[in-house]
Every structure is written in structure tokens, then in C-alpha cells.
């Protein structure tokens, strides 16, 4: 059974940065396709990020692209989330997510995914 658990999350300010990090179990995680999705109050969970297999390919939501980068270890069976410029709308749950099978659905649709980790909040103060 894969499990994802993320970390990293916190306050800081407009401007400042954090690195979200996701740690999962299971020995074929370098074939995952691994996704950062978020979910602000009041809103649907939306899609941040995703990152193919090798690192080779990674897409992003037009609102973080230039200041979030998406980026895997898989050594260390490790995906991050590296934010930069964080502004006070990029305030919400951060969840990673994992697709364990071969598919040549949406990469943006969560409903793709069928690992989540449990979320980690992230806050940021204008």
C-alpha cells in the first residue's frame, strides 16, 4: 500500500518562500506520476503541479508558473514542491498526490490520482 506524507508547510509572508516536501512508500515509486494539488478555504481542490516518472516533464497551473517549481528525488522515494513568492492567494491545504498506474488520462484532473497524502497547510500573511 503506497503511502504519501507530506511536510514543509507553514506561516510566512508575502514574498517569502517554502519547500513542501512528500515522502512515499513503495518500492516503484520512480513510476509514479506525482502531482501537488491545493484546496483554499471555500474553494475546490485545485491542480499546482505535476511531474512525470524521470523529472523530465513537469506542467503547472498558469498562477504559480515562474515562482513554483516541482522537482523529484527518487533515491529518496521524494517529491518537492519549491515556492517562491508566495503570495497571500497561494494560502491553502497542499496535497500530494500519486498516479501507481499507467494512464494516458488529464494530469490535471485529480480524479487521475489515486494516492493522496494527508495535506499540509500552508499560510501566507499580507
Known amino acids: 500500500q503506497v503511502q504519501l506524507v507530506e511536510s514543509g508547510g507553514g506561516l510566512v509572508q508575502a514574498g517569502g518562500s517554502l519547500r513542501l516536501s512528500c515522502a512515499a512508500s513503495?518500492?516503484?515509486?520512480?513510476?509514479?506520476?506525482m502531482g501537488w494539488f491545493r484546496q483554499a478555504p471555500g474553494k475546490e481542490r485545485e491542480f499546482v503541479a505535476v511531474?512525470?516518472?524521470?523529472?523530465?516533464?513537469?506542467y503547472y497551473t498558469e498562477s504559480v508558473k515562474g515562482r513554483f517549481t516541482i522537482s523529484r528525488d527518487n533515491a529518496k522515494n521524494t517529491v518537492y514542491l519549491q515556492m517562491n513568492s508566495l503570495k497571500s492567494e497561494d494560502t491553502a491545504v497542499y496535497y500530494c498526490?500519486?498516479?501507481?498506474?499507467?494512464?494516458?488520462?488529464?494530469?490535471?484532473?485529480?480524479?487521475?490520482?489515486?494516492?493522496w497524502g494527508q495535506g499540509t497547510q500552508v499560510t501566507v500573511s499580507s
Open positions: 498526490a500519486a498516479r501507481t498506474y499507467a494512464s494516458v488520462s488529464s494530469y490535471f484532473e485529480e480524479r487521475t490520482y489515486d494516492r
Open positions: 513503495g518500492r516503484t515509486f520512480s513510476t509514479y506520476v
Open positions: 511531474i512525470r516518472w524521470n523529472g523530465g516533464t513537469t
